[in-house]
């Protein structure tokens, strides 16, 4: 009897989890995307442990300092695009056929700006560290039009609710990862090279294997593109400012400790930064969905959807930081080894930080679906003007501990504002932002919804 009280107990517990992954709507969506995030985030501790325990905290540095410059220039010349193609789409403002081609020409002229920075800046800026580590930060720029491509083809994917593919394409570039790997692994030929190259090499094929399927179903149109181009980049440069201080957000201290301090101390911190970064996933998983639904809604609907949503997401990331920060040095000496236990005090940190920055990112959802990038532009903006005297002004005297402690304090007054604009912009009152019990009943109800339609389905099925 005890066994099988157990086993209807543990029935009860898995069959709600099981109908909410399996549902169609928006929150089933999100759940398959947090599941898949789970398997994703196993993935990048696997190889994050391969790399880290093989090269240790300096050759760590050498290879974060390799991949940094593709993929922040990646992320800086997007123009808005991935934004403008979701918000386009959705409002049904052009053809994709012409969206596409124009989104794809865009791209290529984008991304051959970045050669510019890649002969000039990188090698100026990267004067300590040994010439192949410059030469092949430079050779990995050439990736950059294809990476511009990967975020509108995912845009792409986001508004025609193609959210299934979207989690293959997440989860299969670090399975690439981990096979090229553990391949130089067991060859013996790990290094810091080898390592960049096993993170930058399967976005290639699998990228081009995407640009072609989408291509096929939706045959792009690459003549008077005028007209298209026109309505990607006005929705686009709006927020441009978001994408770019998103960027300089997520890089701009990595970029500054590669100037100054050694590569040791910049392998230490990418890994208290990538682990804790992990805590992210939740939250863009939920965006992934939650942006181009919302965009489909009016403006009072969108925000208190959004609302809603941020609430569950707080609660589990929150948890979640609680519980890894308290475990910290068990996690990083039991995943990396004991060379990266100085870690552990910016790794404390950055899991607040992530915390905090997430929770506005999430907000900020709203403000994209109801036509209003240039707002989060502006925050974003001064966020980033604030970020570097306070990177230069606290890594000095504290090291990798005052980047974390300079991202955090950025990361609240960001947060403090959105909300701030929340309530004289959207003119939601600062109430709204407290849990009660109509949030629960509201999840309850999403839940009780879906099973009394799977319950008439069956019932019109007998009948």
């Known amino acids: 009897m005890p066994k099988i009280n157990q086993a209807i107990g543990l029935q009860k517990i898995i069959s709600p989890m099981v109908s909410v992954v399996s549902r169609k709507d928006s929150l089933g969506h999100i759940a398959r995307l947090v599941l898949s995030s789970g398997f994703i985030i196993l993935l990048n501790l696997v190889t994050g442990m391969i790399v880290a325990r093989t090269l240790g905290p300096s050759g760590r540095g050498e290879q974060a300092a390799i991949l940094m410059w593709s993929q922040f220039f ?6 808005g695009l991935p934004s403008a193609m979701i918000y386009t789409l959705q409002k049904k403002l052009e053809t994709p056929e012409r969206l596409y081609g124009a989104s794809i020409l865009l791209c290529i002229g984008l991304g051959a700006l970045g050669v510019i920075p890649a002969l000039f800046f990188v090698p100026l800026w990267m004067g300590d560290y040994s010439k192949p580590v410059i030469w092949f930060a430079q050779i990995l720029m050439v990736t950059i039009p294809l990476g511009l491509l990967t975020f509108v083809n995912n845009a792409i994917l986001q508004a025609n609710n193609e959210f299934g593919l979207v989690n293959f394409m997440r989860y299969a570039m670090p399975a690439g990862t981990l096979l090229f790997l553990l391949l130089f692994l067991a060859t013996d030929t790990l290094n810091p090279y080898t390592s960049a190259f096993s993170y930058a090499f399967p976005t290639i094929p699998i990228q081009i294997w995407l640009l072609m399927r989408l291509a096929k179903k939706i045959k792009p149109v690459f003549s008077k593109i005028r007209e298209p181009a026109k309505k990607l980049t006005s929705y686009g440069f709006r927020s441009y400012g978001i994408d770019i201080a998103g960027t300089l957000s997520l890089h701009l201290d990595q970029i500054i400790v590669v100037g100054m301090l050694s590569p040791a101390n910049l392998g230490l911190y990418v890994i208290a930064l990538s682990l ?3 805590l992210s996933m939740i939250q ?3 965006n992934l969905v939650l942006f181009p639904k919302a965009s489909a809604l009016n403006g009072k609907d969108a925000v208190q959807l959004t609302i809603r949503i941020w609430k569950c997401s707080l609660i589990t990331t929150g948890l979640l930081a609680a519980f890894l920060a308290v475990a910290a040095p068990i996690v990083l000496h039991l995943l990396y080894g004991p060379a990266y236990m100085p870690a552990v005090p910016v790794f404390r940190i950055l899991l607040l930080q992530v915390m905090v920055t997430s929770s506005a990112w999430g907000l900020s959802q709203a403000f994209m679906a ?8 502006l925050i974003q903006a001064s966020m ?3 970020n570097v005297p306070l990177l230069l002004l606290l890594i000095p005297p504290f090291g990798i501990a005052g980047a974390g402690l300079a991202l955090l304090l950025t990361s609240i007054i960001r947060f ?3 909300l701030v604009l929340y309530n004289r912009l959207l003119h939601v009152p600062f109430s709204h932002f407290i849990y009660t019990r109509a949030d629960i009943r509201w999840f309850t109800n999403q839940l009780k919804n879906r099973a009394n339609r799977e319950a008439k389905s069956k019932e019109g099925e007998t009948g």
């Open 416 to 418: 403090i504002a959105i």
């Open 370 to 377: 109801t036509g209003r990038p240039g707002t989060l532009t």
């Open 384 to 386: 980033v003007v604030l």
């Open 74 to 79: 990646t992320h800086l010349l997007t123009m």
């Open 284 to 286: 863009s998983s939920i």
């Open 276 to 278: 804790s970064r992990m």
